[in-house]
């Protein structure tokens, strides 16, 4: 059953996007079988004389916007104009109302690269939804040449796999509290996330018991040894063809210094070095996050969608 409603969710954006991204089945069954700290995923589908017309995925995050639930919806393209996906919503706002949720959000992954418009922004304005957020979808594909590292005087770069060293948690979580604090959102519903250790070592489990890989690459001021900043990829085995890039993030009292190519460039080497190819790997930035974008732009990252955040108030 979980595997007909994965096939139903994903198979939606493969239709969408012409560089679909998103988690693989057993990555995606991992999320929602188990327990964690941050999330609790729950699935919904509508099923005629066995046939599955669309699915919702909802998350009810447990950490940090706990007012709200995210809903993906996906409906197949044969059965669109049909009500599936107004059903599928009225179901998510009502279990919303019923847990005390006082927001439904959502997002739309196949926007325009320029306009952000599809026919999934037009239902969410029918619906009540305003829109709150946007990020350009940008992606590179492997391998990428000249990836020269370019050093920070009075900067050591620091690299790590699956697991934060010991000796890095304390100030790896100050920067991921940084990251959650600093990441542009736009009007979203936004409560930053503190990261603890425990938190770390939760997403950490469950990155490994998805079968996801993970390379991280920090710079460290070498005066201080402080933590300046920090960028992490990766992907999964299950879909070598697809890779994410995820957080970057520069420290506020180390900006201006080009520490995000500074770790961007050995961290992509890694990867690159690690991983099968052909495979395009993905990244998604606000557009007022200039800085990061300009960086992607020297790495040879190029548009292909704009994803939008929307929201409603119950």
Do not use: C
Not at 7 to 23: H, T
Not at 123 to 128: I, K, P, Q
Not at 205 to 223: D, I, K, P, S
């Amino acid at each position: 059953m979980f595997r007909r409603f994965y096939d139903v969710k994903f198979g939606v954006r493969r239709e969408e996007l012409e560089f679909p991204a998103g988690m693989g089945v057993e990555e995606a069954r991992v999320v929602m079988a188990g327990t964690h700290a941050d999330v609790r995923a729950e699935g919904l589908g509508i099923v005629e004389d066995g046939v599955w017309l669309g699915v919702a995925w909802l998350d009810w995050w447990l950490v940090g916007n706990t007012d709200t639930v995210d809903v993906e919806l996906a409906v197949v393209p044969e059965y669109r104009r049909r009500g599936v996906a107004t059903k599928l919503l009225e179901v998510a706002v009502g279990r919303a109302k019923d847990a005390g949720r006082r927001i439904v959000s959502g997002t739309n992954m196949a926007g325009d690269p320029e306009t952000g418009e599809s026919p999934g922004t037009a239902f969410a304005r029918a619906r009540g939804f305003v829109l709150k957020h946007a990020e350009l979808h940008q992606v590179v594909e492997l391998p990428v040449e000249n990836l020269a590292a370019q050093p920070v005087d009075g900067y050591e770069i620091v690299q790590w796999r699956e697991h934060t060293p010991d000796e890095w948690m304390p100030q790896f979580v100050e920067l991921l509290s940084g990251m959650s604090e600093d990441v542009p959102t736009g009007d979203r519903t936004d409560e930053p996330v503190r990261w603890t250790p425990e938190l770390v070592r939760d997403a950490e489990a469950r990155r490994v018991a998805q079968g996801r890989f993970t390379y991280t690459t920090a710079a460290v001021h070498t005066a201080s040894g402080e933590l300046a900043a920090y960028t992490q990829m990766g992907g999964t085995p299950e879909t070598p063809e697809r890779l994410n890039q995820y957080d970057t993030y520069v420290r506020r009292t180390h900006r201006g210094k080009r520490l995000g190519i500074a770790v961007k460039l050995p961290n992509l080497a890694a990867l690159q070095a690690g991983v099968a190819r052909p495979a395009v790997l993905h990244t998604w930035n606000a557009p007022e996050n200039t800085p990061m974008i300009a960086v992607n732009n020297k790495i040879g990252f190029r548009p292909v969608a704009q994803r939008t955040a929307w929201e409603r108030e119950l």
